[in-house]
């Protein structure tokens, strides 16, 4: 399957299945977000958590929404 951004797709999923490998299942969400900001850190891929991305409606802010983790901002 071709993606728009295919090499950062596939890092982004090596990563989230690099963590659950290692830690598997049942930790809380936080632990998993830590994680994932750790792989990416050793990747040297930027990543950053909880923060707020603009969100536009024909080139004018609507409003500004969270996300729990942006790469590449």
């Known amino acids: 399957m071709d993606y728009l951004y295919k090499k950062e797709t ?17 930790y809380r969400e936080k632990n ?3 994680a994932i900001i750790e792989e990416a850190r050793i990747r040297s891929i930027v990543c950053t ?17 969270r996300v729990d983790l942006l790469f590449w901002n």
């Open 10 to 26: 596939e890092d982004i999923i090596g990563i989230m299945y690099d963590v659950f490998n290692e830690m598997g299942w049942g």
């Open 32 to 34: 998993y977000e830590k």
């Open 49 to 65: 958590n909880q923060t707020y991305i603009r969100i536009n409606y024909k080139k004018k802010k609507i409003r500004y929404k």
